[in-house]
């Protein structure tokens, strides 16, 4: 029996709280771990307990820690924690007794269990606190406490029957001067507020089910850093060690090369590795990794029109010798300073852009001077980065003003340019180019006649420093459509339109591309395959020809054409074709006649487009719950199919609880050239306890092969063998056969 005794630790903890979401079921039954083994450290494990009593905050309004012996991993206990108020701190705690002394938890893996209910049933848990205390926390020293967000990435969560079973290695509490070799306490809260300030997180009278809870050995290995080329100043860290799994907080500093800027870590010298992000990767192994630097201005000074940098003595236009005068923002809404040194190149000036102003976007940029011709420069080019304190910024935004064409008297905006387009700024010097042809996609924005070029960044102090801006003559873009070499597997007896490859999914082309083509230039065997020239479907054209026996491999070539309006380029698409004794159906199932009004269809393009038909939602046809199966959707003689490959089971997610109370049975089409044992299951809410489910399978009957098969399952069958099965809240269902074989599924409803 695990050890529970009424007692109350106090902490006070500086935390973050995190929004989780969750989804997903496992795909087969679970036997959980009761032993209590693997845990060199229990806190509430049936097997190991160190001197630890369980307790709540006697601050918060939770109700009475209570146990549970029907919910617990192992049918023995389990705690649960109520909460009473909407928002109020609370939660359990687990306090080291006085005469127990210290636990030395470092260099370990925390490890702990909550039901799956717990977290996402209604009323749902939308963030959760763990917090680990030496013993000088519980002085009120808030700093050795840490909130962590357990569904962050860089932690371990698996599904263990109907629990959550999470991993985190201590050495995640360790930067936030805990100190690990003096654990006291262990806590688990409810926060009173999110990271936006709402004062909202946990519905009144909701519980938390733990169960599990305790420390585990946990290896560590070494991080190796390497200077990769500096040529001044010194790590300040070549190594660190690390717990299996966690992650490095920071990486070291101190070195410089010159005519470079560091621009981060990768596992390779050269960078042809994998980005090391510190505070996001696992480290699993020994690892070196490399420090790495890039030219800090690489383009020739040649045909460049500056805004700002070190223009002075090259052969270069600038703005402010051509009347254009630069504004610090509209109502002083940005301040604007130079900094003396720590540019882009390493040791230059550069210009520190501060968002003063408490509105959506402050502003800044040049103006006030006669109109400006921007004809023959192609880009806009600059180098940015930010603080890594205080309020950097994300983004900078891009506005340009220019003489309207269509009207002599007026002025328009160019597009407004976002950039960076998808990620945010980094704190190493990087450099952005921007095509001008973003600006100059309104038909009436004057290149030749620019009034105003502004830029703008998030206000409330967000700050960026840039270095080295300026227009430049690029070099255009050259057009170019490239494509992988296809090799595909088709079984023998494929019908005419079976869809072999689609070509445009694999077709990468260069900015400017307007229209793509695809044709087939030459083929083993005149007429087998055809392509659609929009679509880039490569599909079977004459049947006959996808015969083991005939021909057991062809062969094409497929030409696709890109083109800009003024330029076209083409590429060759190798494709072989193994046909594969295999049968495949080569028409489609028997369309279904039961009357639309009597159908709740699942899939089956009989009653896709019949109003009269209801339809299930389905939000993921290929969930991961970690079968082997392939799933792909084709298309037979127009008539979509589900076609599972390499198939053991599979599962199919519905969009919340559907009800099929009202029907008696549920109908599948099957072909299959090897399968002989298909098991469909449904999986259902328990009509006693909303916050569990129950599953169970029917076994089709005996499959045909090489032929399609209609199957009628009594649902009456589900609830004689799970009499607590709620059909009115039927969620998912799972098919299981015997392993490796392939499965045609068509017109699959309840009826």
């Not at 080329?229 to 660190?240: A, N, P, R």
């Not at 510190?278 to 420090?291: D, Q, S």
């Not at 801006?469 to 296809?486: D, Q």
Request: proline content about 3%; glycine content about 10%.
């Amino acid at each position: 029996m695990k050890r529970f005794q009424s007692g109350y630790g106090i902490i006070i903890a500086v935390f973050i709280s995190f929004g989780l979401l969750l989804t997903g079921c496992p795909p087969v039954d679970t036997t959980p771990d009761t032993s209590g083994s693997g845990f060199a450290i229990g806190v509430y494990v049936d097997a190991v307990v160190e001197g630890f009593e369980g307790g709540q905050d006697s601050a918060n309004t939770a109700t009475a820690i209570t146990t549970d012996y029907a919910h617990s991993v192992d049918s023995q206990t389990a705690v649960s924690v109520t909460f009473n108020d909407i928002g109020t701190y609370g939660g359990i705690y687990f306090q080291r007794t006085t005469a127990a002394g210290v636990v030395d938890v470092s260099g370990k893996l925390l490890k702990f269990s909550i039901l799956k209910s717990s977290i996402d049933d209604a009323p749902a848990l939308t963030a959760l606190e763990v917090k680990m205390e030496d013993s000088k926390g519980g002085g009120g020293a808030a700093t050795h406490n840490y909130g962590i967000d357990l569904f962050d990435a860089k932690f371990t969560k698996t599904e263990n029957g109907n629990w959550y079973d999470f991993s985190i290695p201590v050495s995640e509490f360790v930067f936030n001067e805990f100190d690990p070799t003096d654990l006291q306490g262990l806590g688990f809260w409810n926060p009173k507020k999110d990271e936006n300030g709402t004062n909202v997180i946990r519905a009144s009278g909701a519980a938390i089910i733990f169960d599990n809870i305790g420390f585990s050995d946990l290896a560590t290995y070494t991080v190796t850093y390497d200077a990769n080329g500096s040529d001044g100043g010194t790590l300040s860290k070549t190594t660190e060690t690390v717990s299996s799994g966690a992650t490095v907080h920071t990486g070291p500093t101190g070195i410089t090369k010159t005519g470079y800027t560091f621009s981060g870590w990768n596992t390779a010298a050269d960078g042809s590795g994998t980005e090391f992000i510190f505070g996001t990767t696992k480290v699993t192994a020994n690892i070196t990794i490399y420090a790495q630097w890039t030219a800090a201005v690489a383009d020739t000074v040649a045909s460049r029109y500056y805004f700002l940098g070190d223009a002075t003595g090259v052969d270069t236009l600038e703005i402010a010798s051509s009347g254009m005068t630069h504004y610090e923002g509209y109502d002083n809404t940005i301040t604007f300073t130079e900094e003396a040194s720590g540019g882009a190149d390493g040791t230059s000036n550069f210009y520190k852009l501060v968002g003063s102003a408490a509105q959506t976007w402050a502003a800044g940029g040049w103006g006030n001077g006669p109109r400006i011709d921007f004809t023959g420069y192609d880009e806009l080019v600059f180098w940015a980065k930010v603080p890594a304190t205080g309020n950097p910024a994300t983004k900078i935004k891009f506005v340009l003003q220019s003489e309207n064409r269509s009207d002599s008297t007026g002025l328009i905006g160019a597009p407004i340019i976002t950039v960076p387009a998808s990620t945010d700024f980094t704190t190493t010097w990087t450099k952005y180019v921007v095509l001008f042809t973003d600006f100059t996609a309104e038909p009436n924005f004057m290149q030749e006649a620019i009034n105003e070029f502004k830029y703008e960044l998030l206000a409330n102090n967000h700050e960026l420093h840039i270095d080295e801006m300026y227009l430049r003559a690029g070099t255009p873009i050259a057009l170019a459509v490239s494509a992988p070499a296809v090799t595909k597997n088709v079984g023998t007896g494929a019908a005419a339109g079976f869809e072999i490859e689609n070509l445009l999914k694999l077709t990468t082309v260069s900015a400017g591309a307007t229209t793509l083509e695809y044709s087939i230039t030459a083929q083993s065997v005149a007429g087998a395959m055809s392509v659609d020239q929009n679509t880039g479907i490569l599909t079977v054209a004459d049947a006959t020809q996808f015969v083991y026996a005939t021909n057991t491999q062809l062969t094409a070539t497929v030409r696709v054409s890109a083109s800009d309006g003024t330029k076209t380029v083409t590429h060759d698409i190798a494709v072989t074709v193994n046909i594969q004794d295999i049968a495949a159906p080569t028409a489609a199932a028997t369309a279904p006649t039961t009357a639309a009004a009597d159908v709740i269809s699942v899939y089956s393009d009989t009653y896709k487009d019949v109003a009269a038909a209801p339809k299930i939602t389905v939000s993921n046809w290929n969930p991961s719950w970690g079968q082997a199966t392939v799933y792909s959707e084709i298309d037979i003689s127009g008539n979509k199919v589900i076609k599972l490959a390499n198939f053991d089971y599979q599962g199919v997610e519905f969009d919340g609880n559907q009800d099929v109370s009202g029907k008696t049975k549920l109908h599948i089409d099957l072909w299959s050239p090897d399968e002989t044992a298909f098991t469909v299951f449904l999986v259902a809410k328990k009509v006693s306890n909303d916050a569990e489910q129950l599953e169970h399978g029917i076994p089709v009957g005996t499959i045909s092969l090489n032929q399609w098969n209609s199957f009628d399952i009594t649902l009456s069958g589900y609830t004689t063998a799970q009499s607590d099965m709620d059909l009115s809240k039927v969620f998912q269902l799972k098919f299981t056969g015997s392993g490796g074989k392939i499965v045609y599924i068509d017109n699959l409803y309840f009826y």
